[in-house]
């Protein structure tokens, strides 16, 4: 196979297995047996969708016809599951699922009954999560706004677990409507130990209003990286500019030339040289301060020691103050300062954890508690590297102190390091995680040409939330299984279908 190529056919698929897997999944159809189609997906490493195909392709070629070998309302279900499936696995638009449905012969494939059936499907689900009854679990609320067009979409997210705790339209973006989204989180069990969330005016009065006694932790990104990364790459521009403008000047200066113009050339050639040393030493005078300024944000020092939060932010003052001065930089060091009182909050929350740490593993080596800080640190940073080669540095940090903690802790090490990772993760520094959400969902906007529905939007909230991951960490998880701690056996097309029908009976 040569690289990057996205299909390839399965050679292991002979002609025989093909038929016997079209076989089973009309069979199943026929005799209405829920999750065969997904079993044989599973069992030969195939998508639900192929072995859809692969079935109406046996019932053309043998020239029967769908109603004659089963029931007209079990072809509907099918018809159901790849509406549910292309719309939300596949992200396509309605106008691409009736084009879908058209191709393989489905009767029922307009765009009014697709839309139908996402409205019906969305309307029995809640926008809410919702855990057995009284069952509570304690989160992180990280929560943001996000558009389509000119409607208001709020939504809190779990950064741990990555499962979206609700999500819905409102109105305006108000303080009110914050408190009453909040609200219902907490009475369906959700309780809220902080809140991480940008600097939106109504996120910050409802939290004054609502959750005052709970941390507010303001988004780091948004904080600095946010703000002065634009500049980073500015200067660096500028820099590179000058650079080859002097090299330009330099190859005039050159060329053959009257002695009447050399005099000129030569003041020209000066001129951008003095201006090339300006423009690198300003690029580099910003980059430091601003690496500075983002190295302040680690939680562990070089020993994995807890770092002082006072010191921490007298040196972002400081290099706020050189910013301000010398690269007169005023509105981006005004925007940082009016958030700089809640960007390290989460220090607090670090020395708690570590406090009930040590207290709950009184016999933990407190050398491999901090090698394990230092390679929880290394991870996260891995996790926002963006160069390979960073990535790469960062993961072998990352190795290397897992190691170090390994010889010091040894007995009972891989429960020790679950059980420290587990504590650590409560630290929450952003809210990058509804940004990723944010992300996922932007597709399904797009393609509802951001006609979006609450119907729509609690139909994306159920399959992110039960859908599997396939890779990293959480592999082979749903976000729904990390929050709660109870393990999903069904698919989440299979438990959609069931909440539909209990629901309609």
Request: aromatic letters at 8%; proline letters at 2%; hydrophobic letters at 35%.
């Amino acid at each position: 196979m040569n690289e990057g190529n996205k299909f390839i056919r399965r050679h292991d698929l002979t002609s025989l297995i093909r038929l016997t897997i079209a076989y089973k999944a009309i069979f199943a159809m026929a005799e209405k047996q829920r999750g065969t189609i997904t079993k044989l997906a599973k069992d030969f490493l195939i998508s639900r969708t192929f072995v859809y195909m692969l079935a109406n392709s046996l019932l053309e070629t043998s020239q029967i016809k769908a109603n004659d070998f089963f029931p007209p309302a079990i072809k509907e279900n099918s018809s159901i599951d790849h509406i549910l499936s292309l719309r939300l696995e596949g992200k396509c638009s309605i106008g691409s699922i009736s084009t879908y449905l058209k191709r393989f012969g489905f009767k029922k494939s307009s765009v009014g009954y697709i839309s139908q059936i996402l409205n019906q499907f969305g309307s029995v689900l809640p926008n809410t999560v919702t855990l057995k009854e009284e069952e509570t679990v304690k989160i992180v609320y990280a929560s943001d706004e996000i558009f389509s067009k000119t409607k208001a979409i709020l939504i809190t997210a779990d950064p741990i677990s990555t499962a979206i705790l609700k999500i819905e339209i409102v109105d305006k973006r108000t303080a009110e409507a914050w408190i009453n989204h909040w609200e219902t989180i907490e009475d369906n069990g959700c309780i809220p130990i902080s809140l991480v969330c940008d600097g939106g005016t109504a996120l910050i009065k409802g939290h004054k209003d609502y959750l005052s006694d709970l941390i507010r932790q303001h988004d780091t990104y948004h904080g600095i990286a946010h703000v002065l990364g634009i500049w980073d790459t500015r200067f660096e521009k500028n820099a590179y500019d000058a650079i080859e403008k002097e090299y330009d000047s330099n190859v005039v200066l050159n060329s053959e030339m009257d002695e009447n113009k050399l005099t000129g050339i030569i003041k020209k050639y000066e001129e951008s040289q003095k201006n090339t040393q300006e423009k690198i030493e300003a690029y580099e005078s910003f980059h430091y301060l601003y690496v500075s300024m983002i190295n302040e944000l680690d939680i562990f020092d070089k020993k994995g020691k807890l770092r002082d939060r006072q010191k921490a932010e007298a040196n972002i003052e400081a290099c706020l103050d050189l910013l301000e001065t010398e690269i007169e930089l005023k509105k981006p060091v005004k925007k940082i300062r009016r958030i700089l009182d809640d960007l390290l909050n989460y220090f607090e929350i670090a020395k708690v954890i570590l406090e009930e740490l040590l207290v709950k593993m009184p016999d933990i080596d407190e050398e491999g508690l901090r090698s394990l800080c230092l390679a929880w640190q290394w991870g996260k940073k891995k996790i926002k590297a963006k160069s390979p080669r960073r990535r790469r540095n960062c993961a072998q940090k990352e190795v290397y102190y897992y190691e170090e903690a390994e010889m010091f802790i040894a007995k009972e090490f891989g429960k020790v390091k679950d059980q420290v990772l587990k504590e650590l993760n409560e630290i929450v520094q952003s809210s990058s995680i509804v940004e990723c959400i944010n992300s996922i969902i932007r597709p399904y906007l797009n393609s509802s040409k951001n006609q979006i529905t609450q119907e729509t939007l609690n139909l994306i909230m159920f399959y992110l939330n039960h859908r599997r991951y396939i890779a990293e960490k959480r592999k082979k998880q749903t976000p729904y299984e990390l929050l709660t701690g109870q393990a999903q056996s069904k698919d989440w097309l299979d438990m959609l279908m069931e909440k539909y029908e209990t629901n309609c009976h």
